[in-house]
């Protein structure tokens, strides 16, 4: 059984910075990739990152390239998300999301991913 559980959300202003965790417990399933996804206020939700568990490739949205990085702690089990010059247009809940193995490509489609935290609110002000 697979929990994710989101943490370090808050509210900054615009320039500052933010870093995200999650927390994976995995008793019989293992991970093939974890992402981050975000859904503002009357928005569709929107891949933002993810990573390979093994071999740690990464994939980002264009939003996010060269001021999100992802990464992910084997020993601790957790996934980050270190953001930097936020952005109000960054605004939004972000969920942490996992995907068992399978032969799905990793991707930032929502659809593929398994499991699913309950997110963490992350408000950037002008």
């Known amino acids: 059984q697979l929990q994710l559980v989101e943490s370090g959300g808050g509210s900054v202003q615009a320039g500052g910075s933010l870093r995200l965790s999650c927390a994976g417990s995995l008793y019989t399933s293992s991970t093939k990739c974890m992402a981050w996804f975000r859904q503002g206020s009357g928005q569709e939700r929107e891949g933002v990152a993810t990573?390979?568990?093994?071999?740690?490739?990464?994939v980002y949205a264009e939003s996010a390239k060269g001021r999100f990085t992802i990464s992910q702690d084997y020993a601790e089990n957790t996934v980050a998300l270190q953001m930097y010059g936020l952005k109000p247009e960054d605004t939004a809940m972000y969920y942490c999301?996992?995907?068992?193995?399978?032969?799905?490509?990793?991707?930032?489609?929502?659809?593929?991913?398994?499991?699913w935290g309950q997110g963490t609110q992350v408000t950037v002000s002008s």
């Open positions: 999301a996992a995907k068992t193995y399978g032969l799905d490509t990793c991707s930032l489609e929502a659809m593929v991913y398994d499991y």
């Open positions: 990573i390979y568990s093994r071999g740690g490739r990464t």
